[in-house]
């Protein structure tokens, strides 16, 4: 009787003993620090207009997950549905329309794309599930060289560029809040262990690309009655600041109402558990291990080098608008190849 008994008892303790030893590759929590799951994420996306996947760029929990997204979102809402990331730069956008009309073939597009290190591991099956199903893709991020000059210069830098080539960021003159805390934390760590070209500008940079990928997003999604899902470093989007906080800004400025949804990814040891600031940081927050592998090392952020006055005197002569016009706040590269987050 004893020995059928622990038997049963073994037999409904199994599931449990099993929940134990069991590894999650993730974890996935609300804004309120409840835990909810990828179903939860994936309902909620269905009913906004723009959705920023706030990434770390080398991890492939964060890769696979968007790709997921991406398949389930394009099941929901077909051709309506846009992609639009930040790994693209502006001056991309052409050779990326070719490669997703099937004009050229993949391999002469990866010869000829400024792609990140990672792409092929990490950024070509979404890029290429988009090219399979013939959706729009967009290029959101400004070129690196108008960043690279307001590292060095300041917004005063982009005075020299010509009509043309402002088609390839935000119109300026470029509103900038330096008191939020995304770009007054960058401001704070400069000359803190970063590296030497990184000025006290980069701030300003990276306001350049945030408002620069805001702009691409609401030219090619909600302006055109569709749903845009956005890959991005998660420093892009955590905290609804960064490239949320020049979307809302342009959002204002119309007479409709468009539902934002943010998610982050955040690398922890134990992820069981998250602690209230981690939580506002979006809407959802995915917790992975410390310990996953990881698509590429941590390599610190290169800046281009400032350009050569003589590139410079080649430009043609515009009308120099007034580029930087500072507010104080209403109410988180300029500075790199990749990203700083």
């Avoid at 008994?5 to 303790?13: C, K, R």
């Avoid at 990276?206 to 956005?230: E, G, P, R």
């Amino acid at each position: 009787m004893k020995l059928r008994n622990t038997i049963l008892l073994l037999f409904f303790l199994l599931p449990f003993l099993a929940m134990k030893i069991d590894k999650p590759a993730y974890k996935v929590y609300n804004s309120k620090g409840h835990t909810v799951d990828y179903d939860d994420i994936l309902n909620a996306a269905k009913k906004s207009d723009i959705i920023f996947f706030g990434e770390t760029h080398n991890n492939p929990i964060c890769h696979w997950l968007e790709l997921e997204l991406a398949k389930d979102m394009y099941a929901a809402k077909g051709k309506d549905l846009v992609l639009g990331a930040e790994m693209f730069e502006a001056d991309n956008q052409l050779l990326l329309n070719e490669y997703m009309s099937k004009m050229i073939r993949k391999k002469d597009f990866e010869a000829e794309a400024k792609l990140w290190p990672n792409y092929k591991t990490d950024y070509a099956p979404v890029v290429d599930f988009a090219r399979e199903k013939g959706l729009r893709f967009v290029a959101t991020n400004i070129p690196r060289r108008y960043a690279a000059l307001v590292n060095f210069n300041g917004f005063e830098g982009l005075d020299s560029i010509n009509a043309m080539e402002r088609g390839l960021m935000a119109p300026l003159p470029l509103k900038y809040i330096d008191t939020l805390d995304c770009y007054a934390n960058i401001a704070k760590n400069i000359g803190g262990g970063m590296p030497a070209h990184m000025t006290m500008n980069l701030g300003k940079a990276q306001a350049l690309k945030d408002a620069t990928m805001s702009h691409f997003i609401m030219k090619n999604s909600v302006f055109n009655a569709k749903t845009m899902l956005h890959f991005n470093g998660a420093y892009h989007s955590d905290n609804y600041q960064g490239i949320v906080w020049y979307v809302n800004q342009a959002i204002r400025k119309t007479s409709s109402e468009f539902k934002i949804l943010t998610i982050t990814c955040i690398d922890q040891d134990n992820i069981d558990t998250i602690s209230k600031q981690d939580a506002a940081k979006a809407d959802f927050i995915i917790m992975i291990p410390s310990s996953m592998t990881k698509t590429q090392p941590p390599d610190p952020p290169v800046m281009m080098p400032p350009p050569s006055s003589s590139t410079m005197q080649d430009k043609s002569k515009d009308i120099k608008p007034k580029t930087e016009a500072k507010e104080k706040p209403e109410s988180n590269d300029g500075e790199s190849d990749d990203d700083d987050d």
